[in-house]
């Protein structure tokens, strides 16, 4: 049976896949900026080896920006993509939990997981000497030109990114994207929290930020408990 895009377009049997995030595409709807990626990988990859590094290199960048940005958790533009996996696998919880575990089983998984940190940075070393769309090169450098190699990246790219979405969702079953929380969705209960701070957080010369955004971008697990608590009604019974 072929598989298919979001759209129902089907591929061709003998088209090379990335069957790891056409899972992750197929559970989690929405996710259009990984869709174009892989196709574009998954066609590199027969056509365009070379540019194959680069798309491998972006997809993961994706995936760790999205995780990240799922979690609430602030993103430095700065940061190196071996920075960046290394911040996002600090968000996420790789193993179940050890007291059901056999101790052996928990470090091996424990050393497989680190092993991802080095193949992220080998993959960024290898897109800076091969990519196509990477440093200028002699124009009569003949780059890489064999799939071999660009399957080789893109194969680890696509592991890297059904495991860190499905450690991220840590679900056995359906990949059910979880909605965003924005600050602007619960106006009553921000401005409560205003009205218990109602000259805002001063930091140096700074005008007052609102708490309650503070809150919010700061620490979304925090903001999350105290709304959970508000909408209980918890702070209605401290009041009276």
Known sequence: MSETTSDNTALPDNKFRLSGCREILTLSAGAIMIERQVVALEEAVEKNPELAFDIAKALVETTCRT??????HPIDKNWTMPQLFKETTKKLQFLPDETEVDPKIAENLRKTTQSFATIILSLAEIRNAGGFASHGKDAYDQGITDTIQAQ???????????????VHRNYAGPLARTPRKSYTDKPEFNQFIDDQHDEGIKILNLDPYKASEVLFYTDINAYSDLLAEYESGAFKEDAE
Do not use: K, T, W, Y
């Open 67 to 72: 995780i990240l940005i799922d979690r609430g």
């Open 152 to 166: 080789f990246v893109a194969r680890s790219a696509d592991a890297i990114v059904h495991f860190l979405f499905r």
